[in-house]
Nanobody
Framework: QVQLVESGGGFVQPGGSLRLSCAAS????????MGWYRQAPGKERTVVAY???????TYASPVKGRFSVSLDNTKNTVDLQMNSLKPEDTALYYC?????????????????WGQGIQVTVSS
């Protein structure tokens, strides 16, 4: 199927920056979208940045102007540059992909998630 591996999380002080990276691997035939979601303790998972292939990127309102997502469709990677970080950005960040992949002699389309990577913003 499809596997996602995230890297780059950690601890940073308010106002600092972090860059998250995600690489997708497996029997990918076609990618429809990639992006990043996050989930804070006790809250639901919400979108941070969503990148449809050939479409317009969507950012969550709280991160607009501070976060920037970049996708390399040839390598199936998606990065999230996070600047001017705030304590409320603290969360588990998940990489996301919608893709068609080889499966059981044919093809299937599904959504996949990374294992999650922690970002903590605190003084």
């Amino acid at each position: 199927q499809v596997q996602l591996v995230e890297s780059g999380g950690g601890f940073v002080q308010p106002g600092g920056s972090l860059r998250l990276s995600c690489a997708a691997s497996g029997s990918i035939f076609r990618v429809f979208a990639m992006g990043w979601y996050r989930q804070a303790p006790g809250k639901e998972r919400t979108v941070v940045a969503y990148v449809p292939i050939g479409g317009s990127t969507t950012y969550a309102s709280p991160v607009k102007g501070r976060f920037s997502v970049s996708l390399d469709n040839t390598k199936n990677t998606v990065d999230l540059q996070m600047n001017s970080l705030k304590p409320e950005d603290t969360a588990l960040y998940y990489c996301y992909i919608e893709a068609t992949y080889s499966w059981d002699g044919g093809y299937a389309t599904n959504n996949f998630w990374g294992q999650g990577i922690q970002v903590t913003v605190s003084s």
